[in-house]
């Protein structure tokens, strides 16, 4: 049996809504608006400088964006920023900034700093497995600890979702001040966020917004004034802010998509409160199936600080997490193996997954665990 659009439980690139993949059909051979396909739309057309522009002010008005903030859509994933936050914000003048290492995204954001400066590790959850998340005490006392220096560190980085281990802050750490710097990959739009606290967040399409190419940026113009001369115009996010997103050709179809998708959020869900809403529900029915199956089943990260986008768990019994992948592959789900890095199960409830497609992961799950168990 072909795998089924609407059983993807994929961590990324994850499901998109159905009503958003017809107009995309559809987009791809003419867009309504032009004639032209998509595919084939000049960055410099009329059409896209009004997509470009739509694409911002729904973001503004889905997560309530001060004016203050600007926002940019860059090439290069999440990745790229790991590299061009400390080379942008982190001058030599600062302390090393701050970054928490609670899974396997922060521990790369963090390698892949050191490749341009000096980095401070301020909490690591490495030795308990990146099961749990640090609260306002661990961060004060972790604080406490570090030698004085005359001058604070560049900002504070932290991870919101930790897409492997299933983690998820529920509001975002205290940064004492320092300039909070957020990795919301994987969930951006999936619930309010207060934008204002925070200097610099950033998001790649590809785990909730639409499909792979193009990254959200939203940051405080009071941070521009650290950027360094000299660095590479495309690596120096004054350039992107100052030509709006279109210094170079930019990501034309997945900036499309994205903007499909914040207007169904707005339209169709009614918002990101709506929208946190409905993941919660998914997220609880879920996690509830598999805590009544504790005997069989092993939940990897600590009630309290558990992810409403990444379920993770396997088996006690490892047998059952292959056949438990084979037999949902072949009823038509898709996208449940757990990370690499990780191994065991892993079900993503991105936005556009939906509660029906979830009630049927549950149900699957409960014949599989009676079968079995
Ligand atoms: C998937 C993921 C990344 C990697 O993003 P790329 O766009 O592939 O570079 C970074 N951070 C988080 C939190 C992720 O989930």
């Known amino acids: 049996m072909p795998a089924i659009n609407e059983w993807n439980f994929s961590a990324g690139p994850g499901a998109l809504p159905a009503e958003v993949l017809d107009a995309v059909r559809e987009a791809v051979v003419a867009l309504p608006e ?59 003048r600062c302390d090393d900034p701050l970054y928490i290492r609670s899974g396997y995204w922060s521990a790369k954001a963090i390698a892949e700093a050191g490749c341009v400066r000096p980095v401070a590790v301020l909490w690591d959850g490495a030795a308990e497995g990146f099961r749990t998340l640090p609260d306002t005490a661990a961060l004060a006392a972790r604080r406490a600890d570090r030698p004085r220096r005359s001058t604070a560190p560049a900002y504070l980085h932290y991870v919101s979702n930790e897409t492997v281990e299933g983690l998820q802050f529920g509001e975002a750490p205290d940064g004492a001040d320092l300039p909070r710097i957020a990795d919301m990959s994987s969930d951006f739009l999936s619930r309010p966020i207060d934008v204002a606290a925070h200097a610099f ?9 639409g499909p792979a190419g193009v990254t959200v940026c939203v940051l405080d113009r009071d941070l521009l004034e650290r950027v360094p001369a000299g660095l590479p115009p495309m690596l120096d996010y004054r350039t992107h802010l100052q030509y709006g997103s279109n210094y170079n050709t930019p990501p034309v179809f997945g900036i499309y998509v994205l903007t499909l998708v914040t207007r169904w959020l707005r339209d169709t869900i009614g918002g990101v409160a709506a929208m946190q809403r409905i993941n919660r529900d998914k997220a609880t029915r879920l996690y509830r199936t598999l805590d009544d ?35 949902a592959t072949a009823a038509g789900f898709s996208g449940l193996a757990g990370h690499r890095a990780l191994g065991g199960l892993r079900a993503s409830l991105y936005n556009a997954v939906t509660p029906a497609a979830v009630a049927r992961l549950c149900a699957f799950v409960t014949d599989f665990a009676a079968a079995h168990g």
């Open 201 to 209: 967040l950033y998001a790649h399409a590809q785990k909730n917004l």
């Open 34 to 92: 032009t004639g032209l396909s998509v595919l084939c739309t000049s960055h410099r057309s009329a059409w896209f400088e009004n997509l470009l522009a739509e694409a911002e002010e729904n973001l503004r008005h889905l997560l309530t964006v001060p004016a203050g903030h600007g926002i940019v859509f860059l090439q290069g994933g999440s990745s790229l920023q790991f590299s061009m936050i400390p080379a942008n914000f982190a001058p030599s």
């Open 293 to 327: 199956l504790d005997g069989l089943v092993q939940m990897h990260a600590d009630p309290g600080v558990r992810s409403v986008m990444n379920v993770t768990f396997r088996f006690r019994d490892p047998r059952l997490d292959a056949m438990f992948l084979a037999q």
